[in-house]
């Protein structure tokens, strides 16, 4: 397939998956070629829509293949997995007039086919002509001989004929016959005749040099013949997570953060969404209050798995092992993301994060084309469970019988030692209230992936603390609940929200609820 533009625009070309082109095409004005008939033969049409897509072309991470020029081209096998094929200006703002695109197809082996075919023509040819010369030949064969005898008047067919016999019209027929031509009982019949030798092994000859050449020919190409198929556009298949695709994104995501945390947040919602990003931006409030620096964490091993990618919206979770320097105490943690993406002109958004030890992440169990199968049904029931479990023991501080494990520990612990040091007599507060329900904006019982002894899941819960203290009391809750005040209302009534993400995990029969922290989002006085 080769594009050009007589107008000098420079042209874009780009093959991708079908559930990508489709996604990122949706709505905008395409000329769609579906079908090829070689040599002067398509199918097209014309779909109105929006003069460009919402995102630049070029910038989209999902394409297989890229060029752009003034004049693109790109060879494909018509045997391979199917792809579309995309052309359009590399500048969103121009357009294709001036955009002549022409199709050339190869095939192996016509050429030698071609000899091969007039190789079997000339042995039909010959065979044809020998067995007419043949059949001619028979017709115009002179008569056998003794063929007009009247008979040797003998009476017991011996070797000799007796005398006074006549020939035909009544001549004197010869005495004796010779004895070499004459066998007893046999003067009836036809002689017999010599088989031409030499006409067979002739023929034998040109049939072999014939079928030779044919052989000889036929070594031109390589065989059996390509046939060329039509592109096929439909289905668009491709694994959960291509080859290297993990690694990627964590790279990508993590540079992306960083830069996005030196800047105090700016372009921060391009690549994380709810309610993840309510932590980062009040990690950042907080960090530059204490006049500290955060910094992405980095990855030694990653991991990846998503039940397809075959239809938008998608998801997937992404698992990196972080390196010791990057997170604080003894054990090496592994963090725990799960990332969705709207469409193919959206990117990739961490909707949440959280931490694992390292030796408690669970194996995925991947099919053939690499997908990860969803969590059972039963699963997003424990997920629908726990989370009130998480919530209830947050409150309380008392786990349910038949709860998830884990809750007396990590960072649910933390947060029951801190309302406890709030609570305390010597802190000066007269009442301390919290409220805990789980965080329903975003579907995590929909989004779990089986493992290899049970499935894997994440979750959140949102609580408000509200702190009373006395009235002759000044209201002092450090730097840290200062950083994310959202008013500056004089009152001895504080309210502080925080969110409490987890990971759940199921094993066997045993399910476990996973936090190593928790986070204060905000606060304002009343």
């Known amino acids: 397939m080769t594009a050009k533009n007589s107008k000098g625009t420079e042209l874009f070309v780009g093959t991708a998956s079908g559930v990508d082109a489709d996604s990122y095409l949706d709505g905008v004005a395409q000329e769609q070629i579906s079908d090829v008939s070689f040599p002067n033969s398509a199918s097209h049409r014309f779909t109105p829509g929006d003069e460009k897509p919402e995102a630049a072309i070029a910038d989209r991470d999902w394409w297989i293949s890229t060029d752009t020029g003034k004049t693109v081209a790109k060879t494909f096998d018509l045997d391979a997995e199917p792809q579309v094929l995309v052309i359009a200006p590399a500048n969103s703002d121009d357009s294709l007039d001036g955009t002549t695109v022409s199709l050339q197809m190869r095939v192996k082996g016509v050429f030698a086919l071609s000899l091969l075919g007039i190789a079997g023509t000339i042995i039909l040819a010959g065979f044809s002509v020998f067995f007419f010369m043949r059949w001619w030949a028979a017709r115009i064969r002179p008569p056998k001989k003794g063929a007009g005898r009247i008979g040797n008047g003998g009476s017991d067919g011996g070797a000799g004929g007796s005398e006074g016999s006549s020939g035909p019209k009544g001549e004197p027929g010869p005495a004796t016959q010779p004895i070499s031509t004459v066998q007893p009982g046999t003067a009836g019949q036809a002689p017999p005749r010599r088989r ?215 960072g649910f612990k933390g947060f029951r030692d801190y309302v406890g040091d709030l609570r305390d007599k010597d802190s000066g507060f007269d009442k301390v209230d919290v409220d805990c329900k789980p965080y329903e904006d975003l579907k995590f019982e929909d989004m779990a992936l089986s493992t290899e002894n049970g499935a894997i899941g994440m979750g959140e819960v949102r609580c408000t603390l509200t702190i009373k203290a006395p009235s002759d009391y000044a209201l002092d809750l450090g730097d840290t609940v200062e950083a994310v005040k959202t008013n500056d209302k004089e009152g001895d009534t504080i309210k502080v929200d925080t969110a409490h993400p987890y990971v759940l995990m199921k094993t066997g029969d045993e399910l476990t609820a996973v936090a190593t922290d928790w986070n204060v989002l905000s606060s304002k006085v009343e």
Not at 292 to 309: D, I, M, Y
Not at 314 to 340: E, N
Not at 383 to 389: C, E, F, L, P, R
Request: glycine content about 8%; overall charge neutral.
């Open 196 to 410: 031409d030798l030499r006409n067979r092994r002739s023929l034998r000859t040109v049939t072999a040099a014939m079928m030779g050449t044919g052989l000889v020919l036929s070594g031109c190409a390589n065989m059996p013949i390509a046939k060329p198929s039509s592109p096929d556009v439909t289905p668009y298949e491709r694994t959960a997570v291509r080859p290297g695709e993990a690694g990627k994104f964590m790279t990508n995501y993590t540079e992306s953060l960083d830069k996005t945390l030196g800047d105090k947040g700016s372009d921060l919602d391009k690549i994380q969404a709810a309610p993840l990003i309510d932590h980062t931006r009040a990690q950042i409030q907080i960090a530059d209050k204490a006049k500290q620096k955060l910094r992405a964490p980095n990855f030694t091993e990653v991991v990846a798995g998503s039940p397809s990618f075959t239809e938008y919206p998608m998801w997937f979770y992404a698992f990196g092992t972080a390196d010791k320097k990057s997170t604080d105490g003894d054990k090496q943690l592994t963090q725990v993301m799960l990332v969705t993406r709207e469409s193919a002109s959206t990117d990739p958004l961490v909707r949440s994060a959280s931490y694992i030890p390292t030796d408690q992440m669970p194996t995925l169990m991947a099919d053939g084309s690499g997908a990860v199968k969803k969590g059972p049904k039963e699963f997003a029931d424990d997920m629908t469970t726990a989370s009130g479990d998480v919530s209830s023991f947050l409150v309380d501080g008392k786990a349910k019988s038949g709860g998830p494990e884990g809750l007396k520990e990590g």
